[in-house]
């Protein structure tokens, strides 16, 4: 299958507190670091207070909230999405997190512990359901390579 929608990829332009042509938001922009080829979804809110790097072609669902501080908790730290990882739409990511690399999140899931690489996580709270197979680790570096 092709994917054409990276063929002209560019970083999108970011305004503090304004919805980007993208329709996703950040507050503290300055401490967001955002990789190539990244694909984030409609109405995501992303709060880099205490620093969020989002990794080369990671994908982010719509509507997903991202915080790097927790007032209700009093929690607070950076956040860590490493390369090609999926958030799946509606999810949260607490402070303090890191998604390994190809891991896959599922849809609605408040990730709230480090979830390690290869991994497939979903629930509230997300938990590690099951490692990625050889087979499913080398599609989704299929994938990647469609994209360059």
Known sequence: MSDDRFKDWKPPEIEERKLNEYNWIVQNKDNLELGY???????TYIN???KVTIEDYVQ?????SIYSI???????GPIT????CRIGTHSV?????????????GAFSFVNKDIPENSIAFGTPARVI????????KELEVEEMRSM
Do not use: Q
């Open 93 to 105: 990511v607490m402070p303090n997190i890191t998604v390994g690399e190809n891991s896959i999140i």
């Open 130 to 137: 099951r490692k990625l197979t050889e087979e499913e680790i």
């Open 48 to 50: 880099a207070k205490n």
């Open 81 to 84: 999405l490493k390369k090609n």
């Open 70 to 76: 927790s007032t209700i908790d009093n929690k607070e």
């Open 60 to 64: 982010i669902g719509s509507h997903c």
């Open 37 to 43: 080829k990244t694909d984030i979804g409609a109405f």
